[in-house]
């Protein structure tokens, strides 16, 4: 029997071939943007953990250089113990952070996160001769309207502040992105978060810093309550539900 396109089964088999075909080409094409959509989160991470670090990276490949000297690891907070599992690159921190299994809620929230996943991503950098240069380390806290996301890099002595980088929040344009001036951050620099017992010292202060305040960084007037979260952040992420465990393994060299 002659096939007849123009009839009812010959219609059926049309948009049945023209539905999978569409349906082929969406689910191709969703693939394809995946895969860009990681590149891009892979590359925005790199970037920040480098300028974190306070790497040099003018006229260079910033991939080519996080590549060369950055080594990314995941770290179980309550042991300090890192987790070698699970691709660390890309690991989804929030989504751990969310999810029942993966997460906790801290005991005392001071970074007013709700919850917080059990493993954390870190990243050790090193120089050109292969010596430490500097531990990244991701905290995140609610500031005034938002939470905010940031990394702090610390020096070998697992004290003293390398550089620091914010690069997400929901603050008040002209007022609460002050975290984001270099003017503000670099101030940041050389502060050390401990006091001579290990416990969290740093403090934004409101009114100034006093000059050879080794912990201290000026408050900016009119962001308080930005402030008082990037504070508060910094506490908890480098206290005992943080990343206390992990620092006090390093300096023992045990990881």
């Known amino acids: 029997m002659a096939f007849k396109k123009d009839s009812i089964v010959g219609t059926m088999i049309f948009t049945i071939i023209l539905c999978l075909s569409c349906s082929f080409m969406i ?34 490949d910033f ?13 179980e907070l309550d042991t300090g113990k890192v987790d070698t599992s699970t691709n660390a690159l890309d690991f989804d921190d929030r989504m751990a952070a969310i999810n029942p299994e993966t997460s906790m809620k801290p005991k005392k929230d001071t970074a007013k996160i709700k919850t917080r996943a059990n493993v954390a991503r870190v990243f050790k ?18 500031g005034l309207w938002s939470m905010i996301y940031g990394f702090v890099a610390l020096k070998p002595d697992y004290n003293t502040i390398e550089n620091v980088v914010f690069y997400e929040h929901g603050e008040t344009p002209g007022i609460g992105d ?31 810093a006093k000059p050879g305040d080794l912990h201290g960084v000026d408050a900016v007037s009119g962001a308080t309550m930005t402030g008082r979260g990037v504070q508060r952040a910094i506490e908890f992420w ?18």
Do not use: C
Not at 63 to 75: E, G, H, K, Y
Not at 180 to 200: I, S
């Open 178 to 208: 002050f975290i984001e001036d270099p003017e503000w951050t670099n101030k940041l620099k050389g502060k050390q978060l401990f006091d001579e017992n290990g416990h969290v010292k740093f403090k934004i202060v409101k009114g100034g």
């Open 125 to 142: 950098v090193f120089d050109e001769q292969g010596q430490l240069h500097a531990v990244v380390m991701p905290i995140y806290g609610k």
């Open 27 to 60: 689910t191709g094409t969703a693939e394809i943007l995946k895969e860009r959509k990681l590149a891009k989160k892979r590359d925005e991470l790199k970037r920040n953990v480098l300028i974190a670090a306070d790497v040099e990276l003018a006229g260079q």
């Open 63 to 75: 991939r080519q250089v996080f590549d060369a000297s950055v080594t990314p690891i995941l770290v």
């Open 238 to 255: 480098f206290g005992n539900e943080g990343f206390e465990t992990f620092l006090q393994k390093l300096k023992a060299s045990e990881v």
